[in-house]
């Protein structure tokens, strides 16, 4: 690892303060990501800000019909909260199935989206169900905040304060692992928010996104049958070592068609 | 270097540590700690989990200086060679082990689950033991003994 600096400042304004002061620092979060890579020296910051001790970034709560829930939550406290089984099961399933319980005793909600994999769970969850990202300067719609392969819409100095999940009417996400990383291969989210019917695929392309075909077919009729049939095409899909562009577009179906039928069995909020 | 406090296996300690030393070699290098194996490069293996404030985690993908002020147990603070903690025993009546390697990030990581999930079954133990890899046993002995050591650490009755 090369050398840096580290810092842990108290509060978000001073978090904020450091980061303006020195543009090659970078946040640190659970550092499931960021530290293996700082020690294949594939990146060499100046500085790490350490968010664990802003309380601001803190915190899972319900504003009527929205679940806010803190950048800096660990996914082992997303899966043990009380609140998310009872109003968003399906997020905290998903959350289940991200890498193995040592990573998810460490690593963040906040550190998994702003980090945008390709291959990375929670991505799918936050576009299918229409999440807000809410920083320390603005709000970013899910449909804006994906830009590309590991790269979001936060710019240069802004920080991911927490991520707003609007409760879906019915939601399930079923995920193909990629035996040796962990990581997905395929997964697929479906969520019905207000009506409005959203598939979210990861792992499949250089960034996350929506398979309109299906969710156009979802919106006649909700149901495993509607989508039998319909081609997804193979461009843009991966082809890499782990799996052909024509198995990933497989798995795009069969995911789904999986996905829908335990969204439909689930209870009104999810699988 | 920035100093830390950090309370191991019951012991306070405060040292001098450069920021980019990682947990695991602080516990192996400055503290002599060497039961903490580093099995990869790559935060995938588990041989170096231990315990932070009562959470098993990999002591591989954390600084010491984020550990400040933490409350780190390793495989040598759990029992002693007179009396082992009944997970360690538990390993060595089922013969969990072959090389040993992984053995000590097994048995942290065994310790947290038998905590969290006193009445685990197999397919628990087994799914709750994703981050640690061995390459001999082939797990069969590792879950049983698992099973076994999660048993004998239940709270009497
Ligand atoms: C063995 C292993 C298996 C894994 N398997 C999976 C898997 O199956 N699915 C999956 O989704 N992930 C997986 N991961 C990745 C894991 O989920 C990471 O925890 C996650 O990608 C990053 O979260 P973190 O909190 O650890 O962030 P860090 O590693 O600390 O940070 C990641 C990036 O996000 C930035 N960042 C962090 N917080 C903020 C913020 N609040 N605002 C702005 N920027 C921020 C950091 O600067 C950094 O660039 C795996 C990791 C490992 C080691
Ligand atoms: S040394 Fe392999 S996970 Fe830490
Ligand atoms: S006993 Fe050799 S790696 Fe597990």
């Given at each position: 690892?090369?050398?840096?600096?580290?810092?842990?400042?108290?509060?978000?304004?001073?978090?904020?303060?450091?980061?303006?002061?020195?543009?090659?620092?970078?946040?640190?979060?659970?550092?499931?990501?960021?530290?293996?890579?700082?020690?294949?020296?594939?990146?060499?910051?100046?500085?790490?800000?350490?968010?664990?001790?802003?309380?601001?970034?803190?915190?899972?709560?319900?504003?009527?019909?929205?679940?806010?829930?803190?950048?800096?939550?660990?996914?082992?406290?997303?899966?043990?909260?009380?609140?998310?089984?009872?109003?968003?099961?399906?997020?905290?399933?998903?959350?289940?199935?991200?890498?193995?319980?040592?990573?998810?005793?460490r690593g963040t909600i906040g550190?998994?989206?702003?980090?945008?994999?390709?291959?990375?769970?929670?991505?799918?969850?936050?576009?299918?169900?229409?999440?807000?990202?809410?920083?320390?300067?603005?709000?970013?719609?899910?449909?804006?905040?994906?830009?590309?392969?590991?790269?979001?819409?936060?710019?240069?100095?802004?920080?991911?304060?927490?991520?707003?999940?609007?409760?879906?009417?019915?939601?399930?996400?079923?995920?193909?692992?990629?035996?040796?990383?962990?990581?997905?291969?395929?997964?697929?989210?479906?969520?019905?928010?207000?009506?409005?019917?959203?598939?979210?695929?990861?792992?499949?392309?250089?960034?996350?996104?929506?398979?309109?075909?299906?969710?156009?077919?979802?919106?006649?009729?909700?149901?495993?049958?509607?989508?039998?049939?319909?081609?997804?095409?193979t461009t843009g899909l991966i082809?890499?070592?782990?799996?052909?562009?024509?198995?990933?577009?497989?798995?795009?179906?069969?995911?789904?068609?999986?996905?829908?039928?335990?969204?439909?069995?689930?209870?009104?909020?999810?699988? | 270097?920035?100093?830390?406090?950090?309370?191991?296996?019951?012991?306070?300690?405060?040292?001098?540590?450069?920021?980019?030393?990682?947990?695991?070699?602080?516990?192996?290098?400055?503290?002599?700690?060497?039961?903490?194996?580093?099995?990869?490069?790559?935060?995938?293996?588990?041989?170096?989990?231990?315990?932070?404030?009562?959470?098993?985690?990999?002591?591989?993908?954390?600084?010491?200086?984020?550990?400040?002020?933490?409350?780190?147990?390793?495989?040598?603070?759990?029992?002693?060679?007179?009396?082992?903690?009944?997970?360690?025993?538990?390993?060595r009546e089922h013969h969990a082990?072959?090389?040993?390697?992984?053995?000590?990030?097994?048995?942290?990581?065994?310790?947290?689950?038998?905590?969290?999930?006193?009445?685990?079954?197999?397919?628990?133990?087994?799914?709750?033991?994703?981050?640690?890899?061995?390459?001999?046993?082939?797990?069969?002995?590792?879950?049983?003994?698992?099973?076994?050591?999660?048993?004998?650490?239940?709270?009497?009755?």
């Amino acid at each position: 690892m090369y050398q840096f600096q580290y810092h842990r400042p108290k509060n978000l304004a001073e978090a904020l303060d450091l980061l303006a002061q020195d543009g090659d620092a970078k946040l640190l979060a659970g550092g499931q990501t960021l530290l293996p890579t700082l020690r294949q020296r594939l990146a060499a910051p100046s500085a790490l800000v350490d968010l664990a001790g802003i309380s601001e970034l803190t915190g899972i709560s319900t504003k009527g019909e929205l679940l806010s829930i803190g950048a800096m939550t660990r996914y082992i406290e997303i899966i043990e909260s009380p609140l998310v089984q009872a109003t968003l099961p399906s997020l905290a399933r998903a959350v289940a199935l991200v890498g193995d319980p040592l990573v998810r005793n460490r690593g963040t909600i906040g550190g998994s989206l702003a980090n945008n994999d390709p291959t990375a769970d929670l991505t799918a969850a936050a576009l299918a169900m229409h999440a807000t990202f809410v920083t320390d300067r603005r709000s970013i719609s899910a449909d804006e905040f994906f830009v590309d392969l590991f790269e979001t819409a936060l710019e240069q100095g802004e920080i991911l304060v927490r991520i707003e999940f609007p409760l879906p009417d019915r939601a399930a996400y079923v995920k193909f692992r990629n035996p040796a990383s962990r990581y997905a291969l395929v997964g697929v989210f479906v969520a019905e928010v207000h009506g409005d019917i959203r598939v979210a695929v990861t792992g499949a392309k250089a960034k996350v996104f929506r398979e309109h075909a299906f969710e156009a077919a979802l919106q006649t009729e909700f149901s495993a049958k509607a989508v039998k049939g319909l081609d997804v095409g193979t461009t843009g899909l991966i082809d890499d070592l782990h799996a052909s562009a024509e198995y990933r577009a497989n798995l795009i179906s069969v995911l789904t068609r999986r996905a829908i039928s335990a969204a439909m069995i689930g209870s009104h909020r999810g699988a | 270097m920035p100093d830390v406090t950090i309370t191991v296996n019951g012991k306070r300690e405060v040292r001098s540590v450069e920021t980019r030393t990682l947990l695991v070699h602080f516990l192996r290098e400055q503290l002599r700690l060497t039961g903490t194996h580093v099995g990869c490069d790559t935060s995938q293996c588990g041989a170096c989990v231990v315990h932070l404030d009562g959470r098993s985690v990999k002591s591989c993908a954390i600084l010491a200086v984020q550990a400040n002020g933490s409350e780190i147990t390793t495989i040598e603070g759990i029992g002693t060679e007179e009396q082992l903690h009944p997970m360690q025993e538990a390993f060595r009546e089922h013969h969990a082990l072959q090389c040993g390697f992984c053995t000590p990030g097994m048995i942290m990581r065994a310790i947290d689950l038998a905590i969290r999930h006193s009445e685990a079954d197999e397919t628990t133990v087994r799914r709750e033991l994703e981050g640690n890899l061995c390459r001999c046993t082939g797990y069969q002995n590792i879950v049983a003994a698992i099973l076994a050591g999660a048993v004998a650490m239940r709270p009497h009755v």
